[in-house]
């Protein structure tokens, strides 16, 4: 029984004792960190940049590694710790933010190492109590939330593992624009702009002065490749180029002096730097005496004061850049200075602090020798980056932070049961408050700082993007000093996104204003741009507008066709309306050809008032003098006629003309060939087989067929005219810079048949007087009309290639000149033998003389 009862008692212990063990958890040791420590009822976390580790310790894996130690206080950064604990402090405070709730806080320096921001992170998300026991779940977790890392890389890989349960983090400095992605980082928000909206910012001022040809280099890490990856692209979407791109290495001089090399060699005038290191490179450049580039300086060594010294005056001054909006906190700089050190050792960065700051130690017998601190020093009797707080950028942002979590914070306990924002409508529990359910009014967090500044964040968790516009200046005293000259602010009211007081500005060129930075000029209006093969768009060549196209801005991409009736001016930027061109009365080329019909139808005149004058005489009345008045007036309206394709075109005109003229020369040719008709029946009655021809040809007969023939060419002109009549039409085919206002026919078919009949008709008329070349010289006319019509065939005969090959009002002069032509032919042909008869040789003028010669043959 007493051994059953031991075997009892043994497994009771001994599962009393397994429970026990299996519920509890028990830390395995401790990281050494730098820190700040302050309860509440809730605790936020923060890293910082205090210190630097340079050397880790080595890794064997033989034995437990040593516990790094930080060097190289930084009070900039320390500055930027005490700002969050004044912002909790300040909260606290506030009776209208988070009342009855105090806010605590746990700081840890991350020694600007990866691997201690990892073991800082750690610790603050598992908490630091010895042992945990799951039997008691509740209440919060060791931090709500943590305010850091300033680090793009290691907000990288903390954000990766705090996204893992939701655990919201808010970097102050973090820029690298991955961090913009919600899948890999859900619980990721910052205070800062990312590097795309740093990059935009950038690209604005470049835009601003329209240099669109730069150089970009940027540093070998996380920060370096995302912006300049960003600032392609953005440069890519503003139309600008980018002449070269270098990676600026940390430690290889070799490709410094190349960097320095594509930086003489290059045609860009304006530099862009992504980089937290620029020394080594300014040191080269100015080794080589390169000057004469602007600067445009990224946030990450905008307001850096590593190239301040006298010496790098010449190289970059009148630098441009962008820093993160500089704030005001009131009350911030009493606060600093009221700072005090005490012996909790959750508070050892406020002793290593107070130990550099007064260069004193805590620790008795130290190694260096130096005096013993009291903790009695004065703050007030110091001047340091420390209590500086004129230029609260890094710090504003923390401040932003800190309030961020307040306002989330405050937002989640004003819920109302019933209405909230989780399944359910319920809301968060305060006593069991989850970190996920902080992301969730984080997200929605919107508030004004009482340095007027909207907080709020995007989709990605980014806050909106302000930045202050800087330029490196020579101070009095040899050295550089930044200056803010302008504002980059995307949610500007205005519309106005970019804000430079130039006035304020500084340039480090001998003309004192901005440097020009393009790879070719740019393109006037009335030219434009044709890149130039294998180089970028930015590079280009301008030519000038093809005739009839022009380009009304500068930098054109194409020319613009003008409108039909316009026409490209001689600057081709705009389109001037087309100059109308027709044969008038002004052209010289129509005073001319008027002069030669008025002279026609005058000498017309005068030839029929000599025949009027001596119509009873032989030559006049040999062969029917009523045909030969007949073909007089028939010439004088082909000369007339002229006067109708002459001017403007109308409506009236265009009909009149092509009619006038066909009926005209239908009326010419029938009398001739009437006359040649004549001549030959007058001979073949002189013989006896003939004598009764003539009854065939009496003046009747003469009349009539002179009539017929001339109504077949007014019925054709008739037909022509009601179904396709000639119209007035502006032609833009022939000269391309040119209206060319003509007479359209129609009809080609009524043309054609118009000429058609016209030359049936000289044919016939040149074949009968060609035949009866040969009759007896003194009655017989037969010669001169053979002439007459020979000179009307070739003219016409040519007409037709000249017509077509002539272009505008040239086709209308060569029509006119046809016509002339061809009358003149006729007049001078057939009447001025017989003039030279009537008036120098009227001894001639006798029947017995023209009969003589006859007789004599016979």
């Not at 006035?503 to 003309?511: H, I, K």
Request: hydrophobic share 40%.
């Amino acid at each position: 029984m007493s051994i059953t009862l031991n075997i009892c008692l043994y497994l009771s212990f001994t599962f009393v004792s397994a429970t026990f063990i299996s519920d509890s958890c028990q830390i395995q040791g401790h990281f050494k960190l730098n820190g700040m420590y302050q309860g509440g009822d809730f605790i936020i976390g923060g890293l910082f940049e205090v210190q630097h580790l340079k050397i880790f310790p080595e890794l064997s894996f033989r034995m437990e590694p040593e516990q790094p130690k930080c060097e190289e206080f930084y009070m900039s950064s320390f500055q930027q710790a005490q700002t969050m604990v004044f912002a909790v402090d300040e909260i606290n405070k506030n009776p209208n933010l988070l009342p009855n709730i105090t806010l605590g806080y746990h700081l840890y320096d991350n020694c600007l190492k990866l691997v201690v921001a990892f073991r800082a992170a750690t610790t603050l998300i598992s908490g630091t109590k010895k042992t945990f026991s799951n039997l008691n779940c509740t209440g919060p977790p060791p931090v709500i939330a943590i305010v850091g890392d300033p680090g793009s890389t290691h907000s990288i890989a903390v954000s990766s593992v705090l996204g893992l349960f939701r655990i919201p983090m808010i970097s102050y400095y973090a820029t690298c624009s991955c961090l913009s992605d919600r899948k890999k980082y859900p619980s990721f928000f910052r205070t800062i702009p990312s590097d795309a909206f740093q990059v935009w910012a950038m690209v604005q001022i470049l835009k601003y002065f329209g240099w669109t040809w730069v150089g970009v280099l940027y540093s070998d890490d996380d920060y370096g490749i995302y912006a300049a990856q960003s600032f392609h692209q953005e440069m890519q979407r503003f139309g600008g180029c980018v002449a070269f791109s270098e990676i600026i290495p940390y430690d290889n001089h070799r490709d410094i002096k190349h960097i320095v090399a594509v930086i003489k060699a290059s045609t860009a005038r304006v530099v862009v730097a992504f980089s937290t290191d620029l020394l080594p490179l300014m040191d080269e450049l100015l080794l080589q005496n390169v000057t004469g580039r602007q600067w445009i300086a990224s946030e990450a060594w905008t307001t850096s004061p590593v190239l301040h010294l006298p010496r790098f005056v010449p190289l970059v001054a009148g630098t441009l850049g962008i820093a993160i909006r500089r704030g005001e906190i009131k009350g911030l700089q009493d606060f600093l200075l009221r700072l005090q050190p005490d012996s909790d050792p959750r508070n050892n960065m406020v002793r290593i602090f107070w130990e550099n700051m007064f260069g004193c130690s805590f620790e008795n017998g130290s190694r260096d020798e130096k005096k013993m601190c009291t903790a009695e020093e004065d703050l007030n009797s110091t001047v340091h980056e420390y209590n500086d707080v004129s230029e609260l950028r890094a710090s504003y942002n923390v401040y932003k932070a800190v309030y961020a979590l307040a306002h989330a914070l405050h937002d989640l306990m004003q819920c109302e049961e019933g209405k909230g924002p989780f399944i359910g409508n319920r809301c968060a529990d305060i006593s069991n408050l989850q970190p996920w359910q902080m992301v969730h009014y984080l997200q929605k967090v919107n508030f004004t700082t009482g340095f007027g500044d909207h907080v709020s964040f995007d989709e990605n968790g980014d806050a909106l993007a302000i930045y202050d516009v800087m330029n490196w200046q020579p101070s009095s005293d040899g050295s550089i000093i930044v200056r803010t000259v302008g504002v980059v602010d995307e949610g500007a009211t205005t519309g106005k996104v970019l804000t430079l007081d130039e006035d304020a500005l500084y340039w480090n060129f001998q003309t004192k204003k901005p440097p020009r930075s393009v790879c070719s000029e740019s393109c006037p209006p009335g030219t434009r741009r044709a890149t130039r093969k294998g180089l970028p768009v930015c590079c280009f060549d301008c030519l000038p507008c093809a005739d009839g196209e022009i380009s009304n801005a500068s930098d054109s991409t194409e020319c613009t066709v003008c409108p039909n009736e316009f026409w490209s001016s001689p600057e081709k930027n705009h389109c001037v309306p087309k100059d109308v061109e027709f044969l008038s009365y002004e052209d010289p080329l129509g005073i001319s050809l008027t002069t030669a019909s008025l002279l026609g139808t005058c000498f017309c005149a005068l030839v029929m008032i000599i025949f009027a004058h001596h119509r009873n005489t032989p030559v006049v009345r040999s062969n029917n003098s009523e045909l030969s008045f007949l073909l007089l007036v028939s010439l004088k309206l082909c000369f007339l006629c002229v006067l109708l394709f002459i001017g403007r075109p109308q409506l009236w005109t265009c009909q009149l003309r092509h009619a006038m003229f066909g009926i005209s020369f239908v009326l010419c040719v029938s009398s001739i060939l009437v006359k040649t008709m004549v001549v030959i029946a007058v001979f073949k009655s002189s013989r006896p087989e003939g004598k009764s021809t003539m009854k065939w040809f009496g003046a009747t007969q003469q009349r009539g067929t002179v009539l017929v023939l001339t109504a077949v060419q007014v019925v054709i002109c008739a037909v022509w005219l009601s179904t396709a009549s000639p119209t007035p039409h502006k032609n833009i085919q022939y000269i391309r810079s040119k209206i060319v206002f003509e007479c359209a026919i129609g009809s080609v078919a009524g043309f054609a048949i118009l000429l058609g009949y016209i030359g049936l008709l000289a044919a016939v008329s040149f074949l009968l007087a060609f035949l009866a070349r040969n009759l007896p010289d003194n009655f017989n006319e037969a010669k001169f009309i053979t002439f007459s019509m020979l000179i009307f065939c070739a003219v016409w005969i040519s007409f037709v290639p000249a017509y077509v090959s002539s272009p505008g009002k040239y086709a209308v002069a060569v029509e006119i000149f046809a016509i002339l032509a061809s009358s003149f032919g006729l007049l001078v042909a057939i009447f001025a033998p017989k003039c030279y008869i009537i008036l120098l040789h009227p001894e001639r003028n006798t029947k017995k003389a023209i009969m003589g010669k006859t007789v004599e043959k016979k």
